[in-house]
């Protein structure tokens, strides 16, 4: 309800802290206005349109000097009443004017004869209250009609009395019901947001309550009365227009103004709680939140009780429930809001159950027709049907007797969920014009909560896709150690495109990836999965990293204009101590040397962002040392809104030095110096390497000629270097495999250099390079075939294995499973 279109002071007996019989009882119609910053009318109420004689619609906006006149000609001695001060005639006073001014820091009142627009006389009484704070209103006025104190009865006394009234303040508590009065203080203001009206009602309390004068040892403090009239009041009202109509008179204009006003102020209120409400739910897409706000919204201003109840897909986050509940739905409890003392309603009906609702329970009915069900009073019979599904608790205290509305929440004609508004059995039932208003509290509701929904599964969907694109990254590799973190965004959409990868070459190397993809959400994650997949298949290639990243740019610029991402392409080469590094757009890796511990940021050609097209890449060699660790990561972990890059690498190089015991270790030592900066938005991907190196014991090398005896040759140096490294077991498996690869070399050998390498690390690695380009492929023989069954006994034994084109020529090489130690 509009509080200003119907407000009301009610004085009389017992009021005030003295004899109040001069005040007469009954109800002082207020005037409310809001003047804002610029002096202009915010507010204006319907007691201020009666008071002062200018509509609303011609008021608001216009300066309040227009509307509240405030000097006029002084009035006579004879006018002046013994207690308190008129101000001139036609005028409010020199105080309200300069409360209109800005001028006045405290409170001011006065009382003054004013002639209105339609030539009649108005004996005012008005209170003045300077606002401060964030809000746009700098003043509140209130005025009544000191001619509505006096009663059709009244005698000479009784006038004289009503003339020596004055308007005044005074400390809300020197008065009985001190809580009540300040309680009921915010209904004499127009409806705003919670917060304002707070405010605004502190700084009235603080500045002093408005009260009546009838001496100054008795006093009458101002106290609301109005709303939508009692039963009785209404139905007064109905007789009396009703009995002028059968009379054949009009309706009585007051009883005409009195119902009009109350009706649309009525309707007026439910739709500004609704707007209130619509205001402060929705306010972020996260599904946990905004079922808190739903729930907190209307209590207590509309209900006492409210429990929020959402079906199982909702809750989880999945797709949008389809067709209609039946009695095997569950419902899960999402949210209790009440007035009650705390902890009352926790046992009994705790958040996070789970239920079903049979067929004979107004819940039933509610979720099944997608309507409100009222509930006026919850019988003592009711209450036995509904506490029967509440194994082992008696919920009967907390709902019996108790007005219940249910409503539900429902978007694109589906029922989400349902609310269960309680009201205190001292209350006023629920009724038609609640069970309408819940209804569209409801619908508003349910499109907020479909919109977090839509949200949390799109949002799901994003994060189940890329983690299926994220590899699981083995911690070791031939010659190095991996650890590596992922890091959702925070601000702008937790799915991002960023990536890590890591990729097995030949030569006992290692490829290592970081990219950027631009942008969020699905799109970003399914390209930062293409290009991921191409980026391994190219790798396996063996391409250098400068010639990968072109080819990168050009499936990029295929695919679509708007792909564009930054990439680190960096292989490690363990046996000769060496880093080969290309850059497209992204950030410098850190490399951290083992001997003093120093850090660096690696000096490489920058690159263009892949899906530029047309720029050249360039790849620069690095040497490193055993223990020596790289660290790669995107531009999220180091980019600060507000920030230079430049304090963010600067604090990667520092973290990444502090000595760690550990690989994750290392990683978290990285995350906590970067992440806890705040305003950090971007997804992160941190990739860290230690580079152990291959000592040279540990690698054998053999030159062989293109024949065919060769191959024999080769079988006995194997054969004896496994012996030397104590692998006897493996020797048999591996004679056969390198005489097989030694023999397709030799065959297939365009010069004469063959050459055989065996590395001992986490596993036994062969390889065989020969000079012909041509990759082997793997064959379905004939039993009567000589030849095409070398990679099928390769396939069979070997752990693993794999060709790629390297210099001029090709590299086979397989990996078999070191025996356990005993």
């Known amino acids: 309800m509009d509080r200003g ?195 605004i009602v502190a700084q009235v309390l603080e500045l002093g309550y408005p009260i009546l004068e009838f001496s100054q040892n008795d006093r009458v403090p101002v106290t609301p009365d109005w709303g939508v009239p009692r039963r009785a009041e209404r139905q007064a009202r109905r007789e009396r227009a009703a009995r002028a109509v059968a009379e054949g008179r009009p309706v009585p204009q007051d009883v005409r103004d009195e119902g009009e006003d109350l009706e649309y102020a009525a309707v007026r209120e439910r739709l500004e709680f609704l707007n209130e409400v619509s205001g402060r739910i929705g306010t972020s897409l996260d599904l946990s939140r905004t079922i808190v706000e739903v729930s907190r919204a209307v209590v207590p201003r509309f209900t006492d009780v409210a429990g929020t109840y959402l079906r199982e897909q909702v809750v989880a986050g999945e797709g949008f429930p389809e067709g209609v509940p039946d009695t095997t739905t569950m419902w899960h409890r999402v949210a209790v809001e009440h007035t009650d003392e705390p902890g009352r309603w926790d046992d009994v009906v705790p958040v996070g159950e789970a239920m079903p609702f049979p067929a004979h329970t107004p819940f039933f009915q509610c979720m099944t027709t997608g309507e409100p069900v009222l509930v006026p009073r919850i019988s003592e019979q009711m209450g036995h049907a509904i506490a029967a599904q509440f194994e082992k608790r008696d919920i009967r205290p907390l709902i019996s007797n108790r007005s219940m509305l249910v409503v539900p929440l429902k978007a694109r004609n589906v029922v989400l969920g349902f609310m269960i508004l309680l009201r205190h059995p001292e209350r006023e039932v629920f009724d038609d014009m609640d069970r309408v ?93 293409q290009l991921r997949t191409a980026v391994q298949t190219m790798a396996a290639l063996d391409l250098p990293p400068a010639q990968l990243l072109r080819n990168l740019d050009d499936l990029a610029q295929r695919l679509g204009e708007h792909y564009l991402a930054t990439c680190l392409y960096a292989v490690y080469d363990p046996i000769a101590g060496e880093l080969h590094l290309a850059n497209a757009g992204h950030i410098p890796p850190v490399l951290v040397r083992a001997v003093d511990g120093r850090s660096e940021l690696l000096d490489l050609p920058t690159g263009a962002p892949i899906g530029v097209g047309g720029v050249p890449f360039e790849a620069v060699r690095v040497r490193v040392e055993p223990g020596d660790r790289l660290v790669m990561c995107t531009d999220g972990l180091v980019e600060m809104r507000g920030e230079d890059i430049g304090v963010g690498l600067a604090t990667l190089c520092e973290s990444a030095a502090h000595p760690a015991a550990s690989m994750d270790d290392a990683c978290d030592t990285i995350i906590r110096a970067l992440n806890t900066r705040g305003g950090r938005k971007d997804d992160v991907a941190l990739l860290m390497a230690r580079l152990n190196g291959i000592e040279p014991e540990d690698v054998a090398e053999w030159r062989l000629t293109p024949d065919p005896i060769e191959a024999g040759r080769a079988r006995a140096v194997v054969r004896e270097q496994l012996y030397v490294w104590g692998l006897d077991a493996l020797a048999d498996t591996t004679a056969l495999l390198v005489g097989e690869l030694v023999t397709n070399a030799v065959r297939h050998a365009r010069g004469r250099r063959i050459e055989l390498r065996l590395v001992r690390g986490d596993t036994l690695q062969c390889e065989v390079y020969d000079d012909d380009p041509t990759l082997p492929t793997l064959l379905s023989a004939a039993p009567t075939d000589e030849f095409g069954r070398g990679l099928r006994v390769l396939t069979t034994l070997a752990r693993e294995w794999g060709t790629s084109r390297t210099g001029a020529g090709k590299t086979v090489w397989f990996e078999l499973t070191l025996p356990r130690r005993r």
């Open 437 to 529: 208003t819940g209804a569209e509290l409801a619908a508003r509701a349910g499109l907020v909560l479909d919109n977090a929904r839509m949200y949390t599964y799109q949002e799901n969907v994003a994060e189940t896709l890329q983690d299926s694109m994220l590899p699981q990254i083995e911690a070791h590799m031939a010659g190095c150690d991996i650890a590596t973190r992922y890091l959702p965004g925070t601000l702008l959409g937790r799915v991002g495109g960023d990536w890590f990868d890591s990729v097995k070459l030949p030569s006992a190397r290692t490829a290592l990836v970081v990219g950027d993809v631009m942008g969020h959400g699905l799109n970003s994650a399914a390209m930062m999965g």
């Open 5 to 199: 279109t119907d407000t009301g002071a009610k004085i009389g007996p017992g009021a005030g802290d003295g004899t109040a019989e001069h005040a007469a009882p009954g109800r002082i119609p207020l005037a409310v206005v809001l003047v804002d910053r610029a002096g202009l009318v915010s507010h204006w109420s319907t007691g201020a349109r009666r008071l002062f004689g200018t509509a609303k619609d011609d008021a608001v906006g216009r300066p309040a000097l227009d509307l509240l006149p405030v000097s006029g000609a002084l009035p006579d001695d004879d006018d002046i009443p013994p207690h308190g001060a008129y101000g001139g005639y036609d005028a409010l006073g020199h105080d309200l004017e300069t409360s209109l001014d800005g001028h006045l820091s405290y409170p001011a009142a006065g009382r003054a004869r004013l002639t209105v627009p339609d030539g009649g006389r108005v004996d005012v009484l008005w209170w003045a209250y300077p606002l401060v704070g964030p809000g746009r209103e700098r003043l509140l006025v209130l005025a009544a009609d000191a001619e509505t104190l006096r009663r059709p009865d009244d005698n000479a006394t009784a006038a004289v009395a009503v003339e020596r009234i004055a308007p005044g303040f005074a400390l809300h508590t020197d008065f009985p019901g001190a809580e009540e009065l300040a309680r009921r203080l915010p209904e004499i203001l127009p409806s705003m947001s919670v917060g304002e009206g707070a405010r």
